[in-house]
């Protein structure tokens, strides 16, 4: 048997190969059952597309269908996003963050700016329309990955209608962010300091649309769901996890408001002037999976009432703050390619201000400098508390930045939901957490 640790290993059986990956996890969960005396068997669940969302894999203990021992084994997406940060300065790892949880890009950048302007001591210097553009784009981004949580779920469970349904939404908000960032995901759009660039008038038309059509929409989903017997059965008295166990696991977001308890980091601890936002925290007393969905609905509504009041407090104003030694120096506009500099923007610092020039090219290539110093900041992700813990040693570079990511907290769950329930329920209540991958494994 040939072993390097982290890697798969593979060894040669009477029976024939076994493969494992990091030497040994297989082996000590199927060295401690006897299949023949206890009539247990131990299988893989995952790691695949689309049960258990893509690179989670599931060690299932059985007794016929009922599970007796679930084992959480994550890490196969591991990009290395936070050791990266190091290597990058502070305004370039807007780039890096915005793909953790590819499904919440503007929350990741949202965290990672707040945490860097806590660090630089200018949070009371982001603009009114900066702080109610983030609120605005958040807002959508929450409705849009509850559509696709929405969307796979109902696959998963066997409902296929919903996610061509949760898609087609979805694509709209998709394309009000390319409108507005020049991208449909991992945009970098918010930055230390503000946002890149402007909302344009077409996009705040699209999003007024958007506002009349999607309750209606909400309707159609709850109609197609909601008052169905077969969803009713999978989703009711299915994975429970009552308030105790969640606050026991650090479970956060919908899971914990479907428990019965309204924490909302938007209401409890509010930032980018969600306090003065009109908007209700929905929770549930049943814990379940029936629970989760319809929390998830209730925010979905919530979000649209607070897009509506962004978009009325939208005035003009400055989108950067007004420190040229930190606001991004380039004017920015949408091409044909996406988001880039504003051509008359690099034709004024090339032809008529030297100045201009050598301040374009500082903060481009060395960024500016972040007094040494700790900061923790958090905020309210589709999938609960998002946190950056951000270390400066005084340079242009991060010294280090840490997530406190909720869908790898979230996941330590499943084990508590699936065991003493039947197999076909480890997919219900797994996806019930609306796990994003690319998040937990950063």
Excluded at 339 to 348: D, F, R, T
Aim: aromatic share 8%.
């Amino acid at each position: 048997m040939t072993t390097t640790p982290g890697y798969a290993t593979e060894r040669e059986t009477t029976e024939g190969k076994v493969f494992n990956v990091t030497g040994g996890d297989w082996d000590t969960v199927v060295g401690g059952t006897d299949p023949i005396q206890d009539e247990r068997i131990v299988v893989n669940m995952g790691p695949q597309h689309p049960s258990t969302h893509g690179v989670l894999r599931l060690i299932l203990e059985l007794e016929g269908e009922t599970v007796r021992e679930a084992r959480v084994v994550v890490g196969y997406l591991h990009t290395g996003i936070e050791k990266n940060l190091e290597f990058r300065n502070w305004v370039q790892g807007s780039t890096f963050v915005t793909r953790m949880d590819y499904l919440s890009p503007i929350f990741n950048e949202t965290a990672y700016a707040l945490a860097v302007e806590k660090l630089l001591g200018i949070e009371d210097q982001i603009t009114e329309r900066a702080n109610t553009i983030r609120v605005l784009m958040m807002e959508l981004n929450r409705i849009s990955s509850h559509l696709v949580w929405l969307a796979t779920t109902g696959m998963e469970l066997g409902a296929i209608s919903m996610m061509l349904y949760g898609f087609r939404e979805r694509e709209y908000i998709l394309e009000i962010f390319e409108m507005v960032s020049g991208l449909r995901m991992n945009m970098a759009y918010v930055r230390p300091g503000g946002v890149a660039q402007d909302v344009p008038d077409e996009a705040i038309v699209k999003i007024r649309e958007f506002l009349t059509m999607m309750p209606k929409k909400l309707k159609e989903y709850e109609a197609l769901l909601s008052g169905q017997p077969i969803w009713h059965q999978r989703t009711k008295d299915v994975a429970v996890l009552d308030v105790t166990g969640c606050l026991a696991l650090g479970v956060t977001g919908p899971v914990l408001r479907s428990a019965g308890l309204p924490w909302d980091l938007r209401k409890t601890m509010p930032y980018c002037g969600y306090e003065t936002y009109e908007f209700d925290v929905p929770t549930t007393p049943t814990g379940d999976v029936w629970g989760r969905y319809l929390v998830r609905m209730a925010e979905m509504r919530e979000s649209l009432k607070i897009v509506e009041q962004a978009l009325d407090r939208l005035r003009p104003g400055p989108i950067m703050v007004a420190d040229k030694k930190i606001a991004w120096p380039a004017q920015l506009a949408i091409g044909v390619d996406g988001m880039g500099n504003s051509l008359e923007h690099v034709a004024k610092i090339m032809g008529q201000s030297m100045e201009s020039l050598i301040h374009h090219f500082k903060l481009v290539t060395e960024g500016f400098r972040v007094p040494p110093g700790q900061v923790y900041v958090g905020i309210e992700s589709p999938r609960g508390e998002l946190g950056v813990h951000a270390v400066s040693d005084g340079g242009t570079r991060p010294y280090r930045v840490h997530y406190r990511e909720p869908s790898f907290i979230n996941l330590q769950a499943i084990p508590a939901m699936a065991e003493g329930g039947l197999i076909a329920d480890v997919i219900a209540g797994g996806a019930s957490l609306d796990p994003v991958m690319g998040g937990c494994d950063r």
